[in-house]
């Protein structure tokens, strides 16, 4: 049965720091990218931040300079330091892993993990 189990939210004041981890278990096929994605009430489900098999990158502009996104390929685990925090951060954070099938990939979601930033 595959899990992702994501950990490290919370609450914050504006200018602090989380961690966010998401460990991905039950995960047969090859693991590509692994990344964050946030969502609000009412709004769609936005790119955080990505990371390929190999430790390329890639960020949204709005978190560029204050979030790092990492992984350990033998823990199949994808991290998400976040620093500076706003309160427009506040969210729900879903960790997002990428499976390659054959000639085509499969996506998987975790359940979420709040973040709140007050000001």
């Known amino acids: 049965q595959v899990q992702l189990v994501e950990s490290g939210g919370g609450s914050v004041q504006a200018g602090g720091s989380l961690r966010l981890s998401c460990a991905a278990s039950?995960?047969?096929?090859?693991?590509?990218?692994m990344g964050w994605y946030r969502q609000a009430p009412g709004n769609q489900r936005e790119l955080v931040a990505i990371?390929?098999?190999?430790?390329?990158?890639n960020y949204a502009d709005s978190v560029k300079g204050r979030f790092t996104i990492s992984r350990d390929n033998a823990k199949n685990t994808v991290y998400l330091q976040m620093n500076s925090l706003k309160p427009e951060d506040t969210d729900v954070y879903y960790c997002n892993v990428q499976v390659i099938i054959g000639r085509s990939t499969g996506h998987y979601w975790g359940k979420g993990t709040q973040v709140t930033v007050s000001s």
């Open positions: 990371i390929t098999h190999s430790g390329d990158t």
């Open positions: 039950g995960i047969v096929f090859d693991i590509n990218h």
